[in-house]
Structure formats: C-alpha cells, structure tokens
C-alpha cells in the first residue's frame, strides 16, 4: 500500500463535546497524510488510557499541531511514508506514540517516535507498550533513577502503568511493593512479580512500608493518586527517597510538610509526556529499544491486557476504566483486525 492506494476517507472516534463516555461518537474522517519524516500506519490496535479519558473530560486538550481524536499509542502497519523517512518500510509492523490521533483506521506518527514490534508479540500486545512503557521508563528509570537493590512503591499497581512497573522494576532487579483495591488485585500484582500487595482498603500503606522494609521505607515512590498520598508518601519513603508524581486523580495535595522532605532529604519530581518534543520522545524510543525490547522478545515481560473492545465501542472501553475494576490495559481494535478480539490476542 502507498498514498496512491490509501482510501480518502477512514472510520474514527471523536469527542463530541466534553462530558462523559457517550461523547465518544464514530466518525468517517479524511485520512490523514504524513509529512516528512512521519508514517503512515494502517492501524491494528490502540490502547486506552487516562489522559484519554481527562481529554474527553475537556481537561486535558491535546497539543498544538495534534490530532483532535484521542488515542496516544497505536500499533500496525506501515501504509506510506512521508518524504525523507526511511526508518521503516511499508509493509513493516510497527507501534507508535503519538499526541492524538491513535482512535482511528489510520494515524500518523514521526518515525523517530515508532518502534518494531517485538518479535513474539502481537499487534494488539503491541498497540499497549507505548503510552505505558514510555511513561514508565522516563519516571522510573530516567527521573526517579530506580537501580538494582533498591525498594521500590508503586500506587495502583494493576493499572496498566503499574503493570509496567511492577514487570520493569523487576527485571531491573528492585523490591517491589505495590498498592491495590482488593484482594483479587493482590493476587493479580504479586503474580506480576510484585513482592508485597498492600489493599489500601484495608491496610495502612506508610505502616506496612515501613513494616515491611524494616524501617528502611521506600526508595522510590510511584504516584498517581496526589492528594492525600502526597505526605503519606513523604512519611512512606526511605532517606533521599525520590517521588515520582505521573498523576492527580484526587487532585492537589491536601497538606504538604516541607521538614519531612528536608529532613529526609527527598527529591520530588514530576512530569508529563504527551506535550514533550518529538526529539525528546525519540531519546526515550532508542533507549527501550535497547534496554526493553529485547525483554519482550525474550519473554520475559508482556503486557497485560484485561479486554479489548471493537474500535466503535470506545464509550464501552472508557466505561470500564472510569469503574476501576480492570487489571492491565484496555484496548481498541479496528475492524480490519476484527481477529485480534479473539482471545484478546
């Protein structure tokens, strides 16, 4: 497939107006072009994730110059290149990360910011690495300078980023704690390779830390929670304990000592990755191909995925994230890929 044979038009997902699932419409759109530099992918699979869900919402809108249409990771198949791209071949299979667009038959990406699938995956286990294994990797690794021996916690640890965490930090040779909702995902986290699951229902997450790392406390911390957590994390972290904040969804914080970050000498940092330039996300594209990637052709991490919707049933796909039951990814798949909904891959 070149330009020349692209269709004109592609079914897509857009956000009607903000507001809840149901803005999520199908739409025939024009299919985008690629500019130089870019691809353009006939795509597999897309993942859902949270800021998808704040963008529908009307609180998180998508950068200058990107697509309206959510959607920040995608797999499948190079159908065109855009001039002077030549890291990939039409016809290759590839995953992207991109600002929006990924809700879609078809969606552009800047080569640099495009990986192989690994070998042994699909493409709908493809589709879930990006958004998820690029944010991992620059808070965890690059920001939060987790190193092998150290005690790491992670909040929320079977959302599809705490997945990711907890089958990283493992492989990378850290202690790994983790907070949930319930039993069931107790279970589901020390499967993943978690050493402790603390039910945040039941159990107090500083005083089990504490319990159990001797005292030593965490040393680093993974949070998309805010709010509250935020001085439950500085009493929960190790000296020169560094925080990593990937998200506010109980928003600011509800009290902050400062004399506990001094006196413990804690590094709190944070960051977004959908606004960051194009070359920044590519740095981080080179390092997981050659730190990650081979892993997942290995085997030895998989993304978890808890279920995969038809690309039209996007408001059903964002439903079951905004219920919090789901343990993994939830995906999208187009209808040219109808295959991949069995089994889920």
Same mark, same amino acid.
């Given at each position: 497939m070149t330009l020349s044979t692209v269709p004109a038009t592609m079914q897509a997902v857009r956000i009607k107006q903000p507001g809840g699932p149901e803005q999520l419409i199908a739409a025939e759109?024009? *299919?985008?072009?690629?500019?130089?530099?870019?691809?353009?992918?006939?795509?597999?699979? #897309?993942?859902?994730?949270? +800021?998808?869900v704040l963008q529908r919402k009307g609180s998180y809108p998508p950068p200058a110059g990107a697509s309206e249409l959510p959607g920040l990771e995608f797999a499948g198949v190079v159908a065109a290149l855009g001039d002077g791209a030549g890291r990939f071949a039409v016809g290759d299979e590839?995953?992207?990360?991109? $600002?929006?667009?990924?809700? #879609?038959?078809?969606? /552009? *990406?800047?080569?640099?910011?495009?990986? +192989?699938?690994p070998q042994g995956l699909s493409l709908l286990e493809a589709a879930a690495l990006p958004e998820t294994f690029f944010t991992?990797? /620059?808070?965890?690794?690059?920001?939060?300078?987790?190193?092998? @021996?150290?005690?790491?916690? *992670?909040? @929320?640890?079977?959302?599809?980023?705490?997945?990711?965490?907890?089958?990283?930090?493992? $492989?990378?040779? !850290?202690?790994?704690?983790?907070?949930?909702?319930?039993?069931?995902?107790?279970? #589901? #986290?020390?499967? &993943? @390779? =978690?050493?402790? !699951?603390?039910?945040?229902?039941?159990?107090?997450?500083?005083?089990?830390?504490?319990? &159990?790392?001797?005292?030593?406390?965490?040393?680093?911390?993974v949070d998309l929670i805010a709010g509250d957590y935020v001085a439950r994390n500085y009493a929960a972290a190790a000296m020169d304990g560094r925080i990593v904040q990937i998200g506010v969804q109980d928003g600011p914080a509800k009290e902050l000592n400062l004399m506990k970050m001094l006196a413990k000498r804690l590094i709190h940092t944070g960051s977004?990755?959908?606004?960051?330039?194009?070359?920044?996300?590519? !740095?981080?594209?080179?390092?997981?191909?050659?730190?990650?990637? +081979?892993? &997942?052709?290995?085997?030895?991490?998989? +993304? &978890?995925?808890?279920? =995969?919707?038809?690309?039209?049933?996007?408001?059903?796909?964002? !439903?079951?994230?905004?219920?919090s039951t789901h343990i993994g990814k939830i995906m999208l798949v187009t209808d040219a890929y109808a295959d991949l909904l069995d089994g889920n891959g």
């Open positions: 759109l024009p *299919v985008p072009r690629p500019g130089p530099g870019y691809l353009l992918v006939k795509v597999a699979a #897309a993942g859902v994730n949270r +800021p998808d590839v995953c992207g990360l991109v $600002a929006g667009g990924g809700y #879609a038959e078809y969606c /552009v *990406v800047h080569e640099s910011n495009a990986l +192989p699938v991992v990797w /620059v808070n965890v690794f690059q920001r939060g300078k987790l190193k092998a @021996g150290e005690i790491l916690l *992670v909040h @929320g640890g079977t959302s599809g980023i705490g997945t990711v965490t907890i089958m990283l930090a493992k $492989a990378f040779g !850290a202690t790994v704690l983790t907070t949930v909702g319930s039993e069931e995902k107790c279970a #589901a #986290a020390r499967k &993943l @390779g =978690a050493d402790h !699951a603390i039910n945040y229902r039941t159990e107090d997450f500083v005083a089990q830390t504490e319990r &159990l790392t001797g005292g030593h406390g965490a040393d680093v911390i977004t990755l959908r606004p960051r330039p194009v070359a920044d996300k590519a !740095a981080i594209a080179a390092d997981l191909q050659q730190q990650v990637w +081979p892993l &997942l052709a290995a085997g030895k991490i998989r +993304p &978890l995925i808890e279920r =995969a919707f038809p690309l039209r049933q996007a408001a059903e796909a964002h !439903a079951l994230m905004e219920g």
